[in-house]
């Protein structure tokens, strides 16, 4: 028999089909995540769970016109095959095929890209709010799994919300599982919901209603719809006194309810949030008995879901297992997982030392603030982390862990160009005075890709801010002034600028001819500036207000390496330390950031009169 699903090439394929077409499409669907997976792994469980959710949520929205937004995006399998990449489907999670996660450059379809938990309800505020302000009609609906109401940022959304959103669609999937079993107080308030004898009642009344309906047209299954979501309706539930009309929850497998209620909630003209019941692995026996292996995995066997055994233990295996046996020595040794007790390898040390064992959830920061907490006690935490997950820890690492604690140290700010250099796509810039910052912020506007502008607190020189802003070439550094046999180039960042002047004056004096750069970007490097004047001084100077490690300095090192040109690279910067509280111009004199330690620093490379060097900019 043809497959249906052979002939979905778009959403508007799968609104011509009728209830039991839909029922059978939903069943090629998980046949052929079963078979493909089998070969190139990846989510299976997740999205064997939202078949029919997504099916339905394409028979009644209108995507791309409405906005999915999927929490995480593992889930997004189903959402793929019925938008047009049912044919690369095979592809998924290969080189050069179809990604696994949402990715908005493969398909108009996917409105927005993720891969970690916990962004689904903010992006599609935003989204919902970008709607509004230019007075359009499509639906936002954010799909979040049960897991991604562990993450803090989940109830910062919701936190606004109400107060923002004049129309937005919240679907909490819920299959009690995160990779793990889902954990906390929001679970076991969420099973709770799920548990009372009223859900069945109202479960009964809903399918009954539905199997009443029959094949009636849209209009009036979406009237009744309203009837059957309104009875449905829950007291006193946590997100309604946040702000969103709770509705469920209902059986996220069947496929009219589905649709009826989703016909009802959008004629809701404000946040609401439907509560949908799924199981994790459905259809798939193997992955129902075995949640956490089929989250996510490699190949296996379609037939009995079995792996193939890997014999040599994995890092994560040693990292436990060791950690199992500093338990055993030292009493305050605990382990933390953010949500990833298998992957970090914790689910061993659980079963040795369950007391020692804290799954904190989809939790990252939290995790590191409580080991934190932990630490100030005289524990020993030790916070799995994967490298990825730990960029959500980044502040908690900064300001509650290495820090010492002393007072005052905590708002300096040094760190900025550091973490966010390595950043693919950055651009960083840095102006000299307020009417660069002005140009700076219209070239920001101009350019396409994300930009951070940084710029000291308080007052700057005083320059006048012209009327109308000019655009400064991206990665362009702006010579200031120049001799004719330049022995020092003074590369400078920002408000190191009038100070580098006077370097270079103080040098003139000494009968050192120097060039002043403002270097204005410290990603990207004018790697053209810093080649040509790197090739006719004897020293190059920076000067940053940021840390040494890994800031413009560092940044200037690489352009040289990259270019393998030797010049000798004199940098002023703050010291690899947390500095103390004080004001920042004595700070400055007592760290080395000012014109007589910079002086000091280059004196040795200018002990010997070199001759003047005639050059060319070609030469
Ligand atoms: C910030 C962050 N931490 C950890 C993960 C790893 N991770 C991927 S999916 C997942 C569980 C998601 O559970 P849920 O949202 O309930 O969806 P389900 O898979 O159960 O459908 C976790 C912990 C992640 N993606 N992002």
Known sequence: MARILDQIDSPAEVKRLSITELEQLAAEIREELITVLARTGGHLGPNLGVVELTIAMHYVFNTPEDQFVFDVSHQAYVHKLLTGRRQQFPTIRTPGGLNGFMLRSESPHDCYGAGHAGTALSAALGMAVARDKVGGKQYVVALAGDAAFTCGITYEALNNIAQHAKRLLVVLNDNEWSIDKNVGAIASYLNKIVTNPRYDYLHERAGKFVERLGGKRALRMARKAEEAAKSMLWPSVIFEELGLKYYGPIDGHDIPTLINTFEFLKTQERPVLLHVLTQKGKGFEPAIQKQKKFHGLGPYDPETGETKVV?????????????????????????????????????????????????????????????????????????????????????????????????????????????????????????????????????????????????????????????????????????????????????????????????????????????????????????????????????????????????????????????????????????????????????????????????????????????????????
Request: hydrophobic share 40%.
């Open 311 to 619: 014999g040599q233990r994995t890092y994560s295996e040693v990292f436990a297992d060791t950690l199992v046996k500093l338990a055993n020595l030292n009493d305050k040794v605990v382990a933390i997982t953010a949500a990833m007790p298998n992957g970090t390898g914790l689910d061993r040390f659980r079963t040795h030392h369950p007391d020692k064992y804290f799954d904190v959830g989809i939790a990252e920061e939290h995790a590191v603030l409580f080991a934190a907490g932990l630490a100030t006690r005289g524990f020993k935490p030790y916070c799995a982390i994967y490298s990825t997950f730990l960029q959500r820890a980044f502040d908690p690492v900064v300001h509650d862990v290495c820090l010492s604690g002393d007072d005052g140290p905590t708002h300096h700010g040094l760190f900025d160009i550091s973490y966010l250099r390595g950043i693919p796509n950055i651009v960083h810039m840095v102006p000299k005075d307020e009417d660069e910052l002005a140009d700076m912020l219209y070239t920001a506007l101009q350019y396409g890709g994300p930009i951070a502008v940084r710029y000291p607190r308080g007052v700057g020189p005083g320059t006048a801010v012209k009327d109308v802003p000019r655009t400064i070439p991206i990665g362009k550094a702006e010579l200031l002034q120049h001799g004719e046999h330049d022995r020092v180039a003074i590369f400078a960042l920002g408000a190191m600028v009038p100070m580098a002047i006077e370097i270079a004056s103080k040098l003139e004096g000494e009968g050192v001819s120097s060039a002043v750069i403002n270097a204005r970007f410290a990603k990207p490097v004018d790697a053209e500036m810093v080649a040509f004047y790197a090739q006719h001084v004897d020293v190059i100077l920076t000067m940053e207000d940021h840390v040494l490690a890994g800031g413009y300095g560092s940044a200037m090192l690489e352009a040289l390496s990259n270019a393998a040109i030797t010049t000798p690279v004199v940098r002023i910067g703050w010291p690899d330390q947390f500095i103390e509280h004080g004001k920042p111009d004595d700070l400055r004199v007592k760290y080395g950031i000012s014109v007589k330690a910079a002086l000091e620093k280059l004196r040795p490379y200018l002990q010997e009169s070199v001759a003047p060097r005639v050059f060319s900019r070609n030469g």
